[in-house]
């Protein structure tokens, strides 16, 4: 299983709480009965929760600067993080890869411009439209330039021109054409993808390189301890280039394991706090419930389904 940063929170909050909630019953048990200046109830466990919060930190910061061997993705470069030497930071994605996926997003940018005044009485598209034009047209001309292969600029040249032209037409009609847009993102789908295929060959190739070389550096127990982080939004999270990659050379059964995707994070101090987290609490639940991965899901999961069976009835379907 994967992580976010809001898992990542939640996970160091139950960490809190079954901490908090054992040293609470030891400090009632031999509380005196009547103390004057004692803070009221809540406010000792409020104390007592930041005390733990701070000892959990402090803890993580430890236990995160020993998981090492690391390696973090983040999308053109990546990061590999041993023991006792500085970390070394390389780019593995060569400029064709932006190329091609800057002439699909041509396309992509044409349909995101247009598509939500389809059949609109509405000129709020016309600016954006008239802009994107111009740029476009001044992109066309530099195909030649940029690095193409010979036998991939006709591609580039057809999603250019098919772009150029419905900007044209939908600007001298004053509306945007539903079946027009849609017949204009049917044509150019297999030309996109063909883009995404060739970016995608180039970064793995980059990224094979890299981490090959890397590997050879590594003795067979580092290889074996590596933890690899890959950064990025939540849209690419399935079939993630980077993860598939690490899949087959990690193995499958590492995904959520050693093996992480840091939804939501964009940089890498913030990875390393979440690799910490995830150590941190995997060796919490191998001491208390042996399972490393039981804080890899909600604390309250369990007790949630069991009131849930209490409430709804343990038969009842989960609405959709």
């Given amino acids: 299983m994967a992580f976010s940063p809001l898992s990542f929170r939640n996970r160091a909050a139950c960490v809190v709480a079954i901490l908090a909630s054992l040293a609470g019953c030891a400090t009632d048990a031999s509380r005196p009965a009547t103390t004057a200046a004692a803070p009221p109830r809540e406010q000792a466990l409020l104390d007592l929760n930041k005390q733990v919060r701070a000892n959990y930190a402090e803890s993580k910061r430890e236990l995160m600067l020993r998981a090492r061997p690391a390696i973090v993705v983040a999308f053109d470069d990546a990061t590999l993080l041993r023991t006792g030497l500085p970390a070394e930071t390389r780019s593995f994605t060569p400029p064709l890869y932006h190329r091609y996926k800057d002439v699909a997003h041509v396309a992509l940018g044409v349909w995101a411009t247009l598509a939500p005044w389809t059949d609109r009485d509405s000129r709020a598209w016309v600016a954006p439209l008239e802009t994107l034009l111009q740029r476009a047209r001044a992109a066309r001309t530099t195909l ?143 001491a208390f419930f042996g399972d490393p991965m039981r804080m890899d899901r909600d604390f309250l999961s369990d007790g949630s389904r069991r009131r849930l069976d209490q409430v709804f009835g343990p038969d009842a379907a989960v609405r959709r």
């Fill in 144 to 286: 030649d330039d940029v690095g193409f292969p010979a036998d991939r600029l006709a591609r580039q040249r057809l999603i250019f021109d098919q772009s150029i032209a419905l900007m044209e037409r939908t600007l001298a009609a004053g509306r945007v054409d539903g079946p027009a847009l849609a017949g204009f993102a049917h044509t150019l789908a297999a030309p996109v993808l063909a883009n995404g295929d060739d970016a995608a060959a180039l970064q793995i190739d980059g990224l094979h390189a890299l981490v090959s070389r890397w590997r050879a550096e590594l003795s067979p127990d580092e290889w074996g301890r590596l933890h690899v982080l890959v950064l990025g939004p939540k849209m690419p999270r399935v079939d993630n280039l980077a993860i598939q990659y690490f899949q087959r050379v990690m193995g499958r059964g590492e995904l959520g394991r050693r093996l992480l995707y840091a939804e939501g994070i964009f940089d890498r101090d913030a990875a390393l706090g979440l690799l910490g987290t995830v150590v941190t609490d995997r060796a919490l639940a191998v």
